[in-house]
């Protein structure tokens, strides 16, 4: 997953957010391009209650006068081989600080040589994504000002997206899933790690593009199965 992704203001969004039984609904926030270190909803449940929070999209913050920045270490995204190694940036987010963030479609760039090659979107056909992700509250010690950050958890690449990225997948929530991933109480590790397999979980329409920030179409889409 390459930094990008996009959620519609559409069906597929709101039934998640129904049937996940959210409270506030309406704070959803929709972007046809979100990037690192902007803000975004995420779902979280806190004290027995689940609600819709915004969230820095960079796991790790620095306290700074009158509020918060992005850390210089790189924490939009935090890898599968990752969150079960102590003193990783979130290795304890994984245990108890786990969110869903909704989703209708990411971005990918295939590189080669450290080099971009080729770019596409990938569209949810069928439901709306839940992007496994971690979160961490902040409370600034001046201003008293509480903050969430958040990544996604990528996993090692699915063999049906290797020709569209060769680096990561994203960690894709199955319906049977939702409950015990955002169960803060939750401590199940077997349980967690099941989240860690790269999963396709509906059909995806990928579409060639000339390049993110412009997003038009070089090329047919095509369709990706999912498992």
């Known amino acids: 997953m390459c930094g990008r992704f996009n959620v519609n203001d559409d069906s597929f969004v709101q039934l998640l957010l129904e049937?996940?039984?959210?409270?506030?609904?309406?704070?959803?926030?929709?972007?046809?391009?979100?990037?690192?270190?902007?803000?975004?909803s995420i779902i979280v449940e806190e004290q027995g209650q689940r609600s819709l929070r915004d969230a820095t999209w960079w796991l790790l913050l620095d306290r700074i006068d009158g509020g918060f920045k992005p850390s210089r270490y790189t924490s939009f995204n935090t890898?599968?081989?990752?969150?079960?190694?102590?003193?990783?940036?979130?290795?304890?987010?994984?245990?108890?600080?786990?969110?869903?963030?909704?989703?209708?479609?990411?971005?990918?760039?295939?590189?080669?040589?450290?080099?971009?090659?080729?770019?596409?979107?990938?569209?949810?056909?069928?439901?709306?994504?839940a992007f496994a992700g971690l979160y961490r509250l902040w409370r600034h010690p001046q201003t008293g000002e509480l903050a969430y950050s958040c990544s996604i958890i990528t996993n090692a690449p699915h063999p049906k997206l290797k020709h569209i990225h060769t680096k990561a997948s994203?960690?894709?929530?199955?319906?049977?899933?939702?409950?015990?991933?955002?169960?803060?109480?939750?401590?199940?590790?077997n349980q967690l790690n099941s989240v860690l397999t790269p999963r396709i979980v509906t059909p995806l329409s990928a579409q060639p593009i000339n390049k993110p920030s412009l997003r038009e179409a070089v090329g047919d889409s095509f369709m990706i199965e999912k498992d």
């Open 19 to 40: 049937g996940l039984e959210v409270e506030n609904p309406q704070q959803q926030r929709f972007s046809d391009f979100i990037t690192p270190c902007q803000p975004v």
């Open 79 to 129: 890898r599968y081989d990752k969150v079960n190694q102590p003193g990783s940036a979130g290795y304890q987010s994984f245990r108890s600080q786990r969110c869903i963030i909704p989703a209708s479609g990411f971005g990918e760039t295939q590189f080669v040589n450290k080099k971009p090659v080729s770019y596409h979107n990938m569209t949810a056909t069928e439901q709306a994504l």
């Open 170 to 189: 994203p960690a894709m929530l199955m319906p049977h899933q939702y409950d015990m991933w955002l169960d803060p109480n939750n401590s199940d590790i």
